[in-house]
C-alpha cells in the first residue's frame, strides 16, 4: 500500500508555471506506474500524464502536451508535474495516483491516490 500527498499548488496568472509534487511512502514506489489527472468544477476527472515504473516513459493528454511534464524521482520516492505557459482551461483539483499497471489513462486503473492540490490560473 501506499499513501500519496500532493503540494506545490496555488494561484497563478495565465502563461505562469507551476510545479506540483506528490510525495509517496513506503518502500516500493517504483514498483508503481505514476499519474497525475485533473478534475475542474462540475467536470469529471481527466488524464494529464503518466509515467512508467523506471520514468523512461511518459504519456500525455493532447491539451497538455508541449506545457506540462511528468517526471519522477524513485531515490526520493516522489513524482513531479511541471506546467508551463498554463491556462484559466487548466484551473483544477489536481491528483496524482499510483497503478499497479503501466500507460494507464483510466482513472479506474489507479489504486492510490492522493487528496488533491487546487491550482487556479487566472487570465
Known amino acids: 500500500q501506499v499513501q500519496l500527498v500532493e503540494s506545490g499548488g496555488g494561484l497563478v496568472q495565465a502563461a505562469g508555471s507551476l510545479r506540483l509534487s506528490c510525495a509517496a511512502s513506503?518502500?516500493?514506489?517504483?514498483?508503481?506506474?505514476m499519474g497525475w489527472f485533473r478534475q475542474a468544477p462540475g467536470k469529471e476527472r481527466e488524464f494529464v500524464a503518466c509515467?512508467?515504473?523506471?520514468?523512461?516513459?511518459?504519456h500525455y493528454a493532447d491539451s497538455v502536451k508541449g506545457r506540462f511534464t511528468i517526471s519522477r524521482d524513485n531515490a526520493k520516492n516522489t513524482v513531479y508535474l511541471q506546467m508551463n505557459s498554463l491556462k484559466p482551461a487548466d484551473t483544477a483539483i489536481y491528483y496524482c495516483?499510483?497503478?499497479?499497471?503501466?500507460?494507464?489513462?483510466?482513472?479506474?486503473?489507479?489504486?492510490?491516490w492522493g487528496q488533491g492540490t487546487q491550482v487556479t490560473v487566472s487570465s
Open positions: 495516483a499510483a497503478s499497479y499497471l503501466e500507460w494507464r489513462t483510466s482513472p479506474i486503473s489507479y489504486t492510490y
Open positions: 513506503g518502500p516500493t514506489f517504483s514498483s508503481y506506474g
Open positions: 509515467t512508467t515504473r523506471s520514468g523512461i516513459s511518459t
